[in-house]
């Protein structure tokens, strides 16, 4: 991927600001292990993260996914666990050691960055169509059941929406935002303002097939910017599937790199 000065400045405040512990502020409890902070989540869900290796060697990068996969394995209620890697760092043979050691991965996401002020700007809706955020555990379950069903999950059994209830309540600044047409949710997704920092994140964005094209997800997302800037966040941020890219590159956001998750379950 080329790089400009641009990009190259968005990847350092992303490196500085967003990976530690601002990247989960939801964690149960988060073990260091040289490099790596090994983190626990509600529900049995382990989360391994970092800002860089340190330079480790394959031999040492091999040594870390053992010790990770060991610590993970110990505790009975964490019954998976994924590995979040970016293109950029340098991890030599990193892709091998985790799928070695039964991490499997996922489809790369690329990691997009820009201004939020680029995003805020006022995209019409289609007709009948109205924006708003939600917070009422109603109307969570019914957004959440849309993503599910678009993303071919059973709502009656993913659990998504009761982990999102969960964060509602540990995190009151989440932001839940919907798009409807005829009382139907059609399209959805989360603002994240990460604490500490000048970032937010673009979250969980689904629309159902037959609205897409009409430029509801971008409207949508301009109405999570403007409450982003309210809340004097500079950068907007997220990892975004080859979907949603192009919609975040014509709103002003970049693709500073990749990330691909490497899942294990018990």
Known sequence: MTT??????LLAAYDAQLRTDAETPSAVRVVRLGPLRLVTFPAGRGFVTYQDLGGADAATVRGFVAAALAHYRADAEVTRAEWKTRGHDHAPGLHDALVDHGFVPEDPESIMIGPAEALAAEVPLPGGVTLRRVTDEADVRAMSAMSDEVFGDDPATSGHADAILRRQERDPDMELWVAEADGLIVSAGRLEPVAGTEFAGLWGGSTRPEWRGRGIYRALTAARAR???????????????????????????????TTTPYLWHR
Request: hydrophobic letters at 30%.
């Open 227 to 257: 409450s982003a800037l309210a809340r004097g966040k500079v950068y907007l941020h997220s990892d975004s599937t080859e979907f949603s890219r192009p919609i975040l590159e014509r709103s002003g956001l970049v693709k500073v790199s």
């Open 4 to 9: 400009t000065p641009d990009t190259e400045r």
